[in-house]
């Protein structure tokens, strides 16, 4: 691959999966909302490793759809801290497509999800130092 072709992030994806029939719009492709919640569910899955504990997302800034994804596409999503706050911290989740057949991937989508960690009540606590 070449510089000018966009490349995922050199981590592990924080969650894989296959896109499914059940997922799917009248149309055929796969629903975006099906994508946001899998973004939530890697975006919360760091936040909850980072904090040691409770998180809860409390925004998720603008997402463009790039590329549609398939029946079949096995999806993947990366996950970076790119903030933190006193009690938040913001992580940026890129999710990239394979077709089931191929090797080459192709961005989705990308969006930046705020998370607060919570206390046992759900209220914000202060996130330990690294």
Known sequence: MTDDIPQPPNDSPVIRTIAMPADTNPAGDIFGGWLMAHMDLAAGNVATRRVKGRAATVAVEAMAFLSPVLVGDEV??????IATGRTSLKIRIEAWRRKREGE?????????????????????RPIDPI
């Open 76 to 81: 993947s999503f990366y996950g970076t801290i």
């Open 104 to 124: 080459d991937i192709i961005k989705v989508t990308e969006a930046t999800f705020t998370f607060v960690a919570i206390d046992r009540d759900r209220r914000p």
